[in-house]
C-alpha cells in the first residue's frame, strides 16, 4: 500500500463526526484489486432473533490494497511448527500462500530479502482497552468508556460502541506487531458486557475495524473489583459475587428456554426482549466465547462450577496470576489463561503471582497467553513472551521460541475462536504478518514491517506507509524536510 492510501485514511478519519456509518477506511487506488462486499457478518447468528438483520452491528471492514509479495531468506516462525532457517513465504490475495525452504515467486511479486530478520505471524492481544479507554487522558470525563459501573450485571452493553477509532494508540499498537484484538469492557462489573474483535487498522468507525466473522465475547469479572465497585450496593463480598453470577444465570435459562420454545412453534406473539438475557442466552447456546478476569485459582475452580451448573464454557481466564496453582483443571477443562509475563504483588489477590506463571501452565499443557491490558504493554509483547521465557528457562521449566511465539499468536487466536484464520504461518490462512529486524524476543529487535490481509500496513522504514492520526499532525520524520 502506498502512502496516497495513508493519507486519505486520515483524511477520512478526520470528518468521521460527520458522516455516520459511510464506507470505511480507504478508496482503493486504481490499480487496486476488486474487494469484499461493503457489508460482512460478525458474530453469531442470534438464535433468540428471527429477524432480518440478526447482527444490528455487521463489520465493514474490507481489506486494504495488496500487493503480491515474496520474503526471501529469512527465519520463519510458523507457530505451527519448527522455525524454517533461511526460509521464504509468499503472500498472494490476502492468503499464505506458501512458506517453506523455498517459494516460487511470480514475476510481478515485490521481492524482500529478509537477510538476518525473522518473520511471525502477526501478533494478537485477547485483553486489550485501547479505544474505549481512549487517550489523551482527561480522567475519565470523556475518553474513559470501559466500565459501565452502574449495576453489577451489564450484559446488555457492548464495548465495541465506547470505541473510538482515532484513538492515537491504535498505530502504536500495529508498530509493535500487532494485528488482532480482543477490545474488552472492564472489571468492575460480575458481568460487564460484550467484547470486540479488532483488526488494527485505520477506519472511520468501529464497524470498518471489525474482524469479519468473529463471535463475541463476555467478559465477567471475580474477586475484588465487583465486591469494592459495589460494596454500598451489593455484592459487597466474594458469596454475593458468586450469587449474583448464579442469579444471572438462572434468569438466562429462563429467557433461553422461552425464546427456544417460540422459535420452534412460531405460535403466539414472540417473547419480549432483554439485551442483557439475549447475550447471556447466546453464551448458553454457545455463540459467545466467555472471557473471565480473575487472580485467585479458588475463584478459577469455581467459576468453572458455576460453567458446568449451567451449561456454558470459559473460553479463556484473564490475568490469572495464581493459575500455576489450578493449572492441571485448565488443561483438563481445555480453558486458556491470558496472563502477564511479570505482574503481581499490586493488590491482596495478585500477592501469589510468580514470573514462572506462564511456563508453569505451558508444562501442565494449558494454551498459555500473554496478554496486555495495558496499551504500552501491547507494543511490546514480544518483549512480554520473552521475559517470561527467560523465567521459565531460569527456574527449570523449559520454554522453546516455538512455545513462546504461540503464546503470542496462535493460542491467542485460538481463544477468539479464530484459529482457522489466522496466528500461523499455514497455506491458506490470512496474511496477518511481521517482519522482525532481528530475533522477535530480542529488546533491541523492532517490527520492521506489518502485513493484514496481504497487505503493508506498517514499514517502520518508510515514513509514509505510516499509519498516523490527527495527533500526529505536523510530526516532521528524521530526514524528511526542514525539522529546525
Given at each position: 500500500?502506498r502512502?496516497s492510501?495513508f493519507?486519505l485514511?486520515?483524511?477520512?478519519i478526520?470528518?468521521?463526526?460527520?458522516?455516520?456509518r459511510?464506507?470505511e477506511?480507504t478508496a482503493?487506488?486504481p490499480?487496486?484489486p476488486?474487494r469484499a462486499?461493503?457489508t460482512?457478518k460478525t458474530g453469531p447468528?442470534?438464535?433468540?432473533?428471527?429477524t432480518?438483520n440478526d447482527?444490528?452491528?455487521?463489520?465493514?471492514y474490507?481489506p486494504?490494497?495488496?500487493?503480491?509479495?515474496v520474503i526471501?531468506?529469512?527465519?520463519?516462525?510458523?507457530?505451527?511448527?519448527?522455525?524454517?532457517?533461511?526460509g521464504s513465504?509468499?503472500?498472494?490475495?490476502?492468503?499464505?500462500?506458501?512458506?517453506?525452504?523455498?517459494v516460487?515467486a511470480?514475476?510481478?511479486?515485490?521481492?524482500?530479502?529478509?537477510?538476518?530478520?525473522?518473520?511471525t505471524p502477526?501478533?494478537?492481544?485477547?485483553?486489550s482497552h485501547?479505544?474505549?479507554g481512549?487517550?489523551p487522558?482527561?480522567n475519565?470525563a470523556?475518553?474513559?468508556?470501559v466500565?459501565?459501573?452502574?449495576?453489577?450485571?451489564?450484559?446488555?452493553v457492548?464495548v465495541?460502541?465506547?470505541?473510538w477509532p482515532?484513538?492515537p494508540?491504535?498505530p502504536?499498537?500495529?508498530a509493535?506487531g500487532?494485528?488482532?484484538i480482543?477490545?474488552?469492557?472492564?472489571?468492575a462489573n460480575?458481568?460487564?458486557?460484550?467484547?470486540?474483535t479488532?483488526?488494527v487498522?485505520?477506519s472511520?468507525t468501529v464497524?470498518?475495524m471489525k474482524?469479519p466473522?468473529?463471535?463475541?465475547g463476555?467478559k465477567?469479572?471475580?474477586?475484588?473489583?465487583p465486591k469494592?465497585?459495589?460494596?454500598?450496593?451489593?455484592?459487597?463480598t466474594r458469596m454475593?459475587?458468586v450469587?449474583?453470577?448464579?442469579a444471572?444465570?438462572?434468569?438466562?435459562e429462563g429467557?433461553?428456554?422461552?425464546?427456544?420454545?417460540?422459535?420452534?412453534?412460531?405460535?403466539g406473539?414472540a417473547?419480549?426482549?432483554?439485551?442483557?438475557l439475549?447475550?447471556?442466552?447466546?453464551v448458553l447456546?454457545?455463540?459467545i466465547?466467555?472471557?473471565?478476569?480473575?487472580?485467585?485459582a479458588d475463584?478459577?475452580?469455581?467459576?468453572l462450577?458455576?460453567?458446568?451448573?449451567?451449561g456454558?464454557?470459559?473460553r479463556?481466564?484473564?490475568?490469572?496470576?495464581?493459575?500455576?496453582?489450578?493449572a492441571d483443571?485448565l488443561?483438563?477443562?481445555?480453558?486458556?489463561?491470558s496472563?502477564?509475563?511479570d505482574?503481581?504483588?499490586?493488590?491482596?489477590?495478585a500477592?501469589?503471582g510468580?514470573r514462572?506463571?506462564?511456563a508453569?501452565?505451558?508444562r501442565?499443557?494449558?494454551?498459555?497467553?500473554?496478554?496486555?491490558d495495558?496499551?504500552?504493554?501491547?507494543?511490546r509483547?514480544n518483549?512480554?513472551?520473552?521475559?517470561?521465557?527467560?523465567?521459565?528457562?531460569?527456574?527449570g521449566?523449559?520454554?522453546t521460541e516455538e512455545?513462546?511465539?504461540r503464546w503470542?499468536t496462535i493460542?491467542a487466536?485460538?481463544a477468539l475462536?479464530?484459529d482457522d484464520?489466522t496466528?500461523?504461518?499455514?497455506v491458506?490462512k490470512n496474511?496477518?504478518?511481521?517482519?522482525?529486524s532481528?530475533?522477535p524476543?530480542?529488546?533491541?529487535?523492532?517490527a520492521?514491517?506489518?502485513w493484514?490481509?496481504?497487505?503493508?500496513?506498517?514499514?517502520?522504514l518508510d515514513?509514509?506507509?505510516?499509519?498516523?492520526?490527527?495527533f500526529e499532525l505536523?510530526f516532521?520524520?528524521?530526514?524528511?524536510?526542514?525539522a529546525?
Amino acid at each position: 500500500m502506498r502512502s496516497s492510501v495513508f493519507v486519505l485514511a486520515v483524511s477520512l478519519i478526520s470528518t468521521a463526526c460527520a458522516s455516520g456509518r459511510a464506507q470505511e477506511a480507504t478508496a482503493p487506488t486504481p490499480a487496486a484489486p476488486a474487494r469484499a462486499s461493503d457489508t460482512v457478518k460478525t458474530g453469531p447468528m442470534l438464535g433468540a432473533l428471527s429477524t432480518p438483520n440478526d447482527d444490528p452491528f455487521p463489520s465493514t471492514y474490507r481489506p486494504f490494497p495488496s500487493r503480491t509479495t515474496v520474503i526471501r531468506n529469512v527465519t520463519i516462525m510458523t507457530a505451527a511448527g519448527p522455525t524454517i532457517r533461511n526460509g521464504s513465504i509468499l503472500l498472494r490475495d490476502g492468503k499464505v500462500a506458501e512458506v517453506g525452504a523455498s517459494v516460487s515467486a511470480p514475476a510481478d511479486a515485490l521481492v524482500i530479502d529478509g537477510a538476518g530478520k525473522y518473520v511471525t505471524p502477526g501478533i494478537i492481544d485477547t485483553h486489550s482497552h485501547v479505544g474505549a479507554g481512549g487517550v489523551p487522558n482527561d480522567n475519565g470525563a470523556q475518553t474513559n468508556d470501559v466500565n459501565e459501573a452502574t449495576a453489577p450485571v451489564t450484559a446488555h452493553v457492548w464495548v465495541e460502541h465506547s470505541v473510538w477509532p482515532q484513538d492515537p494508540q491504535f498505530p502504536r499498537t500495529l508498530a509493535g506487531g500487532v494485528t488482532t484484538i480482543q477490545v474488552l469492557p472492564g472489571s468492575a462489573n460480575l458481568i460487564g458486557g460484550r467484547s470486540a474483535t479488532l483488526k488494527v487498522v485505520p477506519s472511520r468507525t468501529v464497524q470498518g475495524m471489525k474482524f469479519p466473522g468473529a463471535r463475541y465475547g463476555l467478559k465477567m469479572a471475580c474477586g475484588e473489583n465487583p465486591k469494592r465497585v459495589y460494596a454500598q450496593r451489593g455484592p459487597s463480598t466474594r458469596m454475593g459475587n458468586v450469587a449474583g453470577y448464579r442469579a444471572a444465570w438462572i434468569q438466562a435459562e429462563g429467557y433461553r428456554r422461552k425464546w427456544d420454545k417460540w422459535n420452534g412453534n412460531r405460535t403466539g406473539d414472540a417473547p419480549a426482549r432483554d439485551l442483557g438475557l439475549e447475550t447471556l442466552a447466546e453464551v448458553l447456546r454457545g455463540n459467545i466465547l466467555v472471557h473471565n478476569h480473575c487472580y485467585r485459582a479458588d475463584e478459577m475452580a469455581q467459576m468453572l462450577d458455576i460453567a458446568k451448573e449451567f451449561g456454558y464454557r470459559i473460553r479463556s481466564f484473564h490475568h490469572g496470576v495464581e493459575a500455576y496453582k489450578v493449572a492441571d483443571l485448565l488443561a483438563k477443562e481445555d480453558v486458556s489463561a491470558s496472563v502477564w509475563a511479570d505482574w503481581g504483588g499490586f493488590k491482596l489477590e495478585a500477592a501469589d503471582g510468580v514470573r514462572g506463571n506462564p511456563a508453569l501452565l505451558n508444562r501442565a499443557g494449558v494454551r498459555t497467553i500473554i496478554h496486555s491490558d495495558d496499551a504500552s504493554g501491547e507494543q511490546r509483547l514480544n518483549q512480554e513472551a520473552a521475559k517470561a521465557m527467560a523465567e521459565g528457562n531460569r527456574i527449570g521449566v523449559p520454554v522453546t521460541e516455538e512455545d513462546a511465539i504461540r503464546w503470542l499468536t496462535i493460542n491467542a487466536a485460538w481463544a477468539l475462536g479464530l484459529d482457522d484464520r489466522t496466528g500461523s504461518l499455514q497455506v491458506g490462512k490470512n496474511a496477518d504478518v511481521v517482519l522482525w529486524s532481528g530475533n522477535p524476543f530480542s529488546v533491541y529487535t523492532r517490527a520492521e514491517k506489518v502485513w493484514i490481509d496481504g497487505s503493508m500496513m506498517y514499514d517502520r522504514l518508510d515514513p509514509d506507509q505510516q499509519w498516523r492520526t490527527d495527533f500526529e499532525l505536523g510530526f516532521v520524520p528524521v530526514n524528511r524536510g526542514d525539522a529546525r
